[in-house]
């Protein structure tokens, strides 16, 4: 690794720089930042020799552009990206999103907004399912939040008029857009052709399918796949890997390659390791956290810690974790593959995986967690929100149900708990949440107009 041979005053710029890529996989002259780019460039060499030995990643750099193909080895149900005011995509978002960079491609250096609409609309007239209709305020709304997003990473520039006005009123609102054809191309290089493909399977890594027979190969290829567990999962836990990867976990230089890498911290226990990233520029989700769903989260984890520490673990009954669902995603996601769209004549079978690196997995105990039910929960989170209710967001005071369920999400997102029908499984990773201690801060208006109110109270 050429981290080894840096400078140890200069080693934290290539820390910031590898953690900079890896959380935006694309960076622009002005994304997420006009200091991105410049970063990256300086450390560039470096940056495309570590990525590529530690995680199997590549990285191309241009004058205007950084872009690091990464590696799959799982479908993630809960990855994907979101609109600039952070609501989730949806699948008609994303239909739009990539209709909008193919008609980008063929375009010349301007476009306005209606034009590109046109365009979408006249290409998702074609694909079963989609379809954009100017006259529709939802699909108006939906196609601005995918242009929103080619606009914050720099794909497009807008260099006249409003897309708000357009989304309300198309026929008094436009928007004029130069493009940027360095950042399209950078952004829609995919991998595999999707018409090639039968599977999703087929945009996966290939794991230990590596050419030739040699064990160093599948070792290596083993190596990478949990260091990018690593970095892609809260917490890797060694139950959910098999034999060669548990074993690559164990071993201490493991971890510390993404330790030297990244500049995070490897937590070690038993169960398994999680990266604690104190700098909290890497991960998307920042627990503990602010707002009433992440307070409420911390509240929660907090409590089950304490029920599941409890002497005797107070009767509570310890079950295995549910079957792996990934087949499962796998098989919806193929099923939902037109047949038509599939190029007969080019199209590729699932991966198969070499024989000669098979691992046959040994019989190992079965770990038991401890079963949180859906009552304790309930009544536990009745008596939080008692306690603390006033210092949520208002929205939430009113929907007690509807928090308790976005902060056991958040506690399932982060590898916390595992959601089991009649209650949530106590994973390893929420001991470090015990012994919560809560302080709520009185606050006193700037201007008390009703002096008789009490004043304002947060939670920290």
Avoid at 349 to 363: G, H, I, K, R, Y
Wanted: hydrophobic share 50%; net charge negative.
């Amino acid at each position: 690794m050429k981290a080894r041979t840096i400078p140890s005053l200069e080693l934290d710029s290539f820390q910031r720089a590898v953690r900079l890529i890896l959380t935006h996989h694309l960076v622009t002259v002005s994304y997420p930042d006009p200091n991105a780019l410049p970063l990256v460039r300086r450390w560039a060499t470096e940056l495309r020799a570590d990525l590529l030995e530690v995680f199997g990643y590549r990285l191309e750099v241009t004058e205007t552009t950084a872009r690091l193909f990464t590696v799959a080895d799982r479908l993630d149900p809960g990855a994907g990206t979101s609109t600039v005011s952070e609501r989730p995509f949806d699948r008609r978002r994303y239909a739009y999103l990539a209709l909008a960079l193919a008609a980008l491609g063929r375009a010349g250096n301007q476009i306005s907004l209606s034009e590109l609409a046109e365009h979408v609309a006249a290409e998702a007239s074609q694909v079963d399912g989609v379809e954009l209709a100017a006259d529709r305020a939802a699909d108006r709304d939906a196609f601005v939040d995918a242009v929103a997003w080619l606009c914050a990473r720099g794909a497009i520039t807008l260099a006249d008029g409003d897309a708000g006005r357009w989304a309300s009123d198309p026929e008094i609102g436009e928007a004029l857009y130069d493009i940027d054809r360095a950042v399209v191309t950078a952004l829609f290089r995919p991998a595999r052709v999707v018409q090639h493909l039968r599977s999703v399977r087929g945009l996966l890594a290939d794991g230990d399918a590596a050419v030739g027979p040699e064990r160093t190969v599948a070792t290596a290829e083993v190596a990478r796949r949990v260091r990018r567990a690593l970095v892609q999962r809260p917490v890797l836990y060694a139950e959910e890997l098999d034999d060669a990867e548990a074993l690559q976990l164990a071993l201490p230089r493991t971890a510390a390659d993404v330790e030297l890498l990244t500049g995070l911290v490897a937590e070690r226990r038993a169960e398994g390791v999680a990266l604690v990233d104190s700098s909290g520029r890497l991960s998307d989700v920042r627990f503990p956290g602010t707002g009433s769903v992440a307070q409420l989260a911390l509240l929660l984890a907090g409590e089950i810690s304490a029920r599941v520490l409890e002497p005797g673990d107070a009767g509570l009954l310890r079950v295995p974790l549910p079957p792996d669902r990934h087949d499962a995603l796998v098989a919806a996601v193929d099923a939902a593959i037109p047949d038509s769209g599939v190029f007969a004549a080019l199209a590729v079978e699932d991966p198969v995986v070499s024989e000669a690196v098979v691992v046959e997995d040994e019989e190992r105990p079965v770990v038991l967690h401890p079963l949180i039910e859906d009552g304790w929960l309930a009544s536990t989170v009745g008596q939080l929100v008692d306690a603390y209710g006033r210092t949520f967001a208002a929205q939430w005071q009113a929907d007690p149900a509807g928090l308790a369920a976005a902060a056991l999400d958040l506690l399932e997102k982060l590898r916390l708990v595992v959601r089991v029908p009649g209650g949530v499984l106590a994973l390893p990773a929420l001991a470090r949440f015990r012994g919560v201690t809560v302080t709520v801060r009185e606050r006193d208006p700037q201007i008390d107009l009703y002096p008789g109110d009490s004043s304002e109270a947060e939670l920290s």
